[in-house]
């Protein structure tokens, strides 16, 4: 039997309705990005009244005052300019807002639903990019976890999409400290699972605990391992779901909240003997 044994694995959480785990946990180094300034509270007043902040507050119901604590001078692209950042809860939901300063006014370049949890430091001299933890709510079906990376041309500022992975509802995430990843190759046709068992109640995706079925030449990126009721080994893995790879699961084809689903990344268990992973090591 394969198993993967360079890395430390610890307890997991059931997640129900998508509370942070310890998977997804929040940096503590991000609170490094903010940056002192004269007059903070005049440039929120400028960056509160864009559409996109005015449209929220109101749908939420909430005064800009109590937004205020979440507002922080930043400078995202390493300029000597201090640009604003929001990452907070506007009532229910998490937001994060990113405006570039330019002249006077603000430019809002990132409007993302969910928390900055991940980021390198961009006052060490480095362009931002960060990871936004988007986790399910009010009926939807999937928790979302999406990397982006500050983009600067001579025409255009902007974020670009680095890559989107799926979480979906009911899925056992592992609470893991990772120094180093390993890549692995689906070596015959499997289930992708939401916990290391196996359920095909009724062979329905949704009855079941089936994730989709990954052919022959899938890849993923294994992140953990863990032993179920009959000693025999999983890996809590995040599958690239290549367009030329045959992927079968009804449910991307009813999951609304994401669009282009299928193509996104998805994590999720993997029984171990059916797949090999290079001895080549990742860095996380």
């Known amino acids: 039997m394969k198993r993967v044994i360079i890395f430390l694995v610890l307890s997991a959480l059931h997640l129900s309705i998508f509370p942070q785990s310890g998977f997804f946990v929040k940096d503590a180094n991000i609170e490094k990005w903010h940056q002192e300034g004269k007059n903070l509270e005049t440039e929120i007043k400028k960056v509160s009244f864009s559409p996109e902040i005015q449209s ?8 800009l005052e109590t937004l205020i604590p979440y507002f922080h001078y930043i400078d995202f692209n390493s300029d000597g300019i201090l640009d604003i950042i929001f990452n907070g809860k506007i009532g229910s939901q998490d ?45 939807d079906y999937i928790s979302v976890f999406t990397q982006f990376a500050y983009i600067s041309t001579n025409d255009s ?23 180093t ?3 692995c190759t689906v070596a015959k046709v499997t289930h992708l699972r939401t916990m290391p068992e196996v359920d095909n109640a009724r062979n329905n995706s949704w009855m079941g605990n ?3 079925i990954y052919s022959i030449n ?13 000693n025999k080994y999983w890996y809590f893995v995040r599958m690239n779901n290549e367009s030329d790879i045959y992927i079968h699961s009804n449910r991307f084809t ?3 909240e994401v669009e282009d689903a299928q193509n996104c990344y998805t994590y999720g268990w993997i029984f171990s003997d059916d797949v090999s992973f290079e001895e080549v090591i990742l860095d996380k």
Request: aromatic content about 12%; charged content about 20%.
């Open 95 to 139: 937001y994060v807002f990113i405006f570039m300063k330019k002249g006077e006014t603000y430019v809002l370049l990132l409007k993302e639903k969910g928390a900055v949890i991940q980021a390198n430091l961009p006052n060490e001299g480095y362009n931002l990019s960060i990871s936004v933890w988007h986790g399910a709510c009010c009926g």
């Open 254 to 256: 009813y999951v609304k």
């Open 157 to 179: 500022n902007y974020f670009k999409t680095e890559s989107k992975s799926l979480v979906f509802k009911g899925t056992i995430l592992p609470s893991v400290q990772i120094e």
């Open 210 to 212: 089936s994730l989709g």
């Open 181 to 183: 990843l390993v890549k």
């Open 56 to 63: 929220v507050i109101n749908e939420q119901s909430v005064s």
């Open 218 to 230: 899938a890849t993923g990126t294994i992140y953990s391992e863990m032993m179920d009721s009959r």
